[in-house]
């Protein structure tokens, strides 16, 4: 059975930054590339960024340069480090897990990012 835990969200001033982790159960995953999504209410999930397997980075426009993801393929935990903190950055936030981009993958439950002005 697949598990990723979310964990770290919170209510941060603009300007701050927050760390989020997605504890990974169940998969195998020094193999998975991880993902980090964003979603606000009535908009469809955003992608923020993933890291492959070899540590390899990719991260969408809005959010490169401030955001930074990473893994412990031993404590089989992957983070989202956010800083300069805007308020469109407010969401939940998803981690996700695949081994291939084009699978549908594993999601976890989410972990909510209030960023206030």
């Known amino acids: 059975q697949v598990q990723l835990v979310e964990s770290g969200g919170g209510l941060v001033h603009a300007g701050g930054s927050l760390t989020l982790s997605c504890a990974a159960s169940?998969?195998?995953?020094?193999?998975?590339?991880m993902g980090w999504y964003r979603q606000t209410p009535g908009q469809p999930r955003e992608w923020v960024g993933h890291?492959?397997?070899?540590?390899?980075?990719y991260y969408a426009d809005s959010v490169k340069g401030r955001f930074t993801i990473s893994r412990d393929n031993f404590k089989n935990t992957v983070y989202l480090q956010m800083n300069s903190l805007n308020h469109e950055d407010t969401a939940v936030y998803y981690c996700?897990?695949?081994?291939?981009?084009?699978?549908?993958?594993?999601w976890g439950q989410g972990t909510q990012v209030t960023v206030s002005s």
């Open positions: 890291i492959f397997s070899g540590g390899n980075t």
């Open positions: 169940g998969i195998i995953f020094r193999l998975s590339v």
């Open positions: 996700s897990a695949k081994y291939n981009l084009d699978d549908e993958g594993y």
